[in-house]
């Protein structure tokens, strides 16, 4: 069974969920004006918000973390939706040597020997990239939503982040029944793995299918303890230092 037939149900007030996610992307691209980015994940949550972007035409880049460890299905829906949405998708991927560095020093399994040494990868991977891809950017816009996870729960619509720029969460109060009605609705193309009973995708090494009753984020990082998963990304980061 796939994720559509699986998870898609319209909610209580679905369509006023949708209006309102719409005027926020509006008001923000408004505010924000060459100066707003989606990260996209390339997940569910992050294909209803490029679908909401390019079906609106709203002024707002979409741009994507390269890893270099991503899932080939993930990598592949990439020139699926620039075909769909007639789009380009920025990539922003970590520095080659220091990659490389990384790899010599401690491994290609570096991830499982410690949170410490995980959280090392993400910092290479992600945070660098993502600081990339949000220089000279004053706003940014996620797929967070409050359901994904205990840590997520009190996502705010909006928020400043850790370097004072906006940071849009216009499905913060989305179901995951929401997020696959709104894809079976509209034909939002979406990444192959979802299928595969994988609801939160990040990096291959990191992220596994999960079973019946697991819960959402069961799949990332599942030999850590709950309050240890997050990479960094959507945590608060006073600091240089934290990042790593």
């Known amino acids: 069974m796939g994720a559509i037939a699986l998870y898609a149900r319209a909610g209580a007030h679905f369509d006023q969920r949708v209006t309102d996610t719409l005027a926020q992307l ?14 996209t994940s390339l997940g569910a949550e992050d294909m209803v918000l490029t679908d909401l972007i390019a079906r609106h035409r709203l002024p707002i880049a979409v741009a994507t973390l390269d890893t270099g460890m991503l899932h080939a299905e993930t990598l592949a829906l990439i020139p699926r939706l620039e075909a769909h949405y007639g789009l380009s998708v920025e990539r922003h991927a970590p520095v080659q040597e220091a ?9 290609d399994q570096a991830m499982y020997q410690s949170i410490e040494l995980r959280k090392a990868c993400c910092a290479l991977r992600k945070l660098q990239p993502l600081a990339q891809m949000l220089q000279g950017r004053s706003a ?6 409050r359901e994904q996870s205990a840590q997520r729960a009190d996502v705010p619509a909006s928020e400043a982040d850790a370097d004072g720029r906006i940071k849009f969460n216009p499905l913060a109060d989305w179901s ?10 509209h034909g939002v193309p979406y990444n192959e793995l979802h299928d595969q009973f994988f609801p939160s995708i990040g990096c291959a090494p990191c ?38």
């Open 207 to 244: 992220t596994r299918a999960i079973a019946v009753g697991e819960d959402f984020r069961a799949g990332r990082w599942w030999w850590e303890e709950e309050r240890a998963k997050e990479c960094g990304l959507h945590v608060a980061r006073p600091t240089e230092e934290s990042h790593a």
């Open 140 to 145: 940014w816009v996620t797929g967070l939503r």
């Open 176 to 185: 995951w029944a929401d997020v696959w009605h709104y894809i079976a609705t």
């Open 26 to 39: 509006q008001a923000a691209a408004a505010a924000h004006p060459g100066r707003i980015v989606q990260a």
């Open 99 to 107: 990659v490389v560095h990384f790899v010599r020093q401690h491994g």
